[in-house]
Nanobody, 125 residues
């Protein structure tokens, strides 16, 4: 089984930055997709962005494009979400997820096989 452990959440001011980490235990493949999702109170889960384990491609939601960057460190089995220019509307529980094998990056959470526990990100106005 694949296990994901997230860290880095917290409270930050509007315009600030935060870096989330997701440590992955278990086997990953070049075709694996590492994704980030978020869910705010009263809202549905939202796709934030994702990266192929190979690093060949990335995908971002329009709402975060240009502000958030996803990267990965294969040696550390870790995926990162660098969040810059944070806004109050970015406040949510952020969760990392893994799709074991896929040629494409999906924005649908139902396509992903494993999930982390989530970490709270709060952006003060």
């Amino acid at each position: 089984q694949v296990q994901l452990v997230e860290s880095g959440g917290g409270l930050v001011q509007t315009g600030g930055s935060l870096r989330l980490s997701c440590a992955v235990s278990g086997r990953t493949f070049s075709s694996s997709v590492m994704g980030w999702f978020r869910q705010a109170p009263g809202k549905e889960r939202e796709f934030v962005g994702a990266i192929k384990w190979s690093g060949a491609s990335t995908r971002y939601a329009d709402s975060v494009k240009g502000r958030f960057t996803i990267s990965r460190d294969n040696a550390k089995n870790t995926v990162y979400l660098q969040m810059n220019s944070l806004k109050p509307e970015d406040t949510a529980v952020y969760t990392c997820a893994v799709e074991r094998n896929s040629l494409y990056i999906s924005s649908s959470g139902r396509e992903y096989d494993y999930w982390g526990q989530g970490t709270q990100v709060t952006v003060s106005s």
